[in-house]
């Protein structure tokens, strides 16, 4: 079974502090996907990265960036120069390579809540 | 236009009732997902299909049943409402072979009371 462990429950921030979020995994398998999705106080979800397991380069998006280390099976997310509208939930999940027996599931975190203040 | 849309947004209904929240997508993919989400435990998988003629079990199935009138449609019903249902349920789309990437509705608020 696959399971995804975000230990901050809740990060407080002023605006353009860096901040990290940890997402640690454990699966079985050694093909995967890895994501990171958003969830803004309006309730939708957005989704920021996808990472495949074969695949430990570390990505940057403008100030988003992540950190993939299978040797310690976590995937972190870093914000630099924080900013209020960056205030919302992030779930780290974790997914099978999709075979025909697999319905692909996303394993979810239970999300950490980042509040940015001015 | 949103390409996964889920309706209603919100209802508030009361114990024992008959629910239905109702799926649609224009983005063409054939797999489909009811994720349930609750405070402070992240999303949890209840149904999921891969086409018309597949329905699976996920995770937290027990209370609900699902419907897929169509590969564009999706519903999740809950034949007799418990508080404990009480959540925010989303709907997502995939394509088979792209990577797994979900795409997720807007959600549905629903309260029971």
């Known amino acids: 079974a696959q399971k995804v462990t975000q230990a901050q429950t809740e990060i407080s921030v002023v605006e353009k502090e860096d901040v990290t979020l940890d997402c640690v995994y454990e699966?079985?398998?050694?093909?995967?996907?890895l994501f990171w999705y958003k969830q803004p106080p309006s309730g939708e979800l957005v989704f920021l990265i996808r990472?495949?397991?074969?695949?430990?380069q570390n990505e940057i998006s403008g100030r988003y960036s992540w950190n993939f280390q299978k040797s310690t099976s976590s995937f972190n997310f870093t914000i630099t120069a924080s900013q209020v509208v960056d205030s919302a939930v992030y779930f780290c999940?974790?997914?099978?390579?999709?075979?025909?027996?697999?319905?692909?599931?996303?394993?979810f975190g239970k999300g950490t809540s980042l509040l940015v203040t001015p | 236009d949103a390409d996964v849309t889920q309706t209603p947004r919100n209802r508030i209904t009361k114990t024992g009732k008959r629910i239905m929240l109702e799926c649609s997508q224009t983005?063409?993919?054939?797999?489909m997902y009811w994720y349930r989400q609750d405070p402070g435990l992240g999303l949890r998988l209840i149904y999921y299909?891969?086409?018309?003629?597949?329905?699976n079990k996920g995770e937290i199935s027990d209370g609900y049943s699902v419907s897929r009138q169509a590969q564009a449609k999706f519903s999740l019903s809950l034949e007799s409402a418990i508080p404990n249902q009480t959540a925010l349920y989303f709907c997502?789309?995939?394509?088979?072979?792209?990577?797994?990437?979900?795409?997720f509705g807007p959600g549905t608020r629903l309260t029971v009371l």
């Open positions: 299909s891969f086409d018309v003629k597949d329905i």
């Open positions: 997502a789309t995939g394509r088979t072979g792209e990577n797994n990437e979900q795409f």
């Open positions: 999940a974790l997914s099978l390579i999709p075979n025909s027996n697999s319905g692909y599931a996303l394993n």
């Open positions: 990472r495949n397991s074969f695949d430990e």
């Open positions: 699966t079985r398998d050694t093909t995967y996907y």
């Open positions: 983005k063409g993919h054939d797999r």
